[in-house]
Each structure stands twice: as structure tokens, then as C-alpha cells.
Nanobody, 121 residues
């Protein structure tokens, strides 16, 4: 089995920074795309950023220039550096990794349980 564990969330003032981490563990053979999503209270989950195995990144407009996604393939970990945080960035942040396990012939999306980010003064 595979587990994804996020960390790094918390309370931060507007304009502050946080770095989220998401580490995968288990019988992993290979990991393809990784991504971060978020869900604010009363809203649907939305995409924040993705990164391919080769490091190609994509960001939604509302985080461009403020957030940076990067990964460490050797550690099965994806990061999200968040700068210039705004109150509207408050949400539960989830990571997703497209993983092929040792016993599987296919890549499957795995999700973490989320980490809460609160931006408030």
C-alpha cells in the first residue's frame, strides 16, 4: 500500500510564507505527476499546481508568482513554497501523486489527507 503524508500547514499572517511537504511511502515503483490542490470552506476542491517527473510545472493564475512547486524524486516528496500569502489562500491543501506500485502494472492517483493553511491577522 501507499501512503501520502502532508505537513507544513498552520496559521500565518497575510504576506507571510509557508512550505508544504508531501511524502509518499510504501511499495513504490515509480511516480509520475505530482500536484497540490486546495479546498476552502464551502467551496469545491481546486487545482493549485502540478509538476511532471521531468520537472515541468503548471500553476493556476491566482498563485502564479507567489507559489512554487518542486519535487525530490529520491525522497518521493513534493513541496509547495507559498509566499505573499493572502486570506483567500486559507484552505485545506491536499497533495496528489500518480504512483505505480511494485505489484501493479498501472499508475494510480493517491491523495493525502490534507493540511490546513490559515492566513489571518
Amino acid at each position: 500500500q501507499v501512503q501520502l503524508v502532508e505537513s507544513g500547514g498552520g496559521l500565518v499572517q497575510p504576506g507571510g510564507s509557508l512550505r508544504l511537504s508531501c511524502a509518499a511511502s510504501g511499495s513504490i515503483s515509480s511516480i509520475n505527476n505530482m500536484g497540490w490542490y486546495r479546498q476552502a470552506p464551502g467551496k469545491e476542491r481546486e487545482l493549485v499546481a502540478t509538476i511532471s517527473r521531468s520537472g515541468i510545472t503548471n500553476y493556476v493564475d491566482f498563485v502564479k508568482g507567489r507559489f512554487t512547486i518542486y519535487r525530490d524524486n529520491a525522497k518521493y516528496t513534493v513541496y509547495l513554497q507559498m509566499n505573499s500569502l493572502k486570506p483567500e489562500d486559507t484552505a485545506v491543501y491536499y497533495c496528489k501523486q500518480l504512483i505505480k506500485t511494485i505489484s501493479s502494472a498501472y499508475f494510480i492517483d493517491y491523495w493525502g489527507k490534507g493540511t490546513l493553511v490559515t492566513v489571518s491577522s
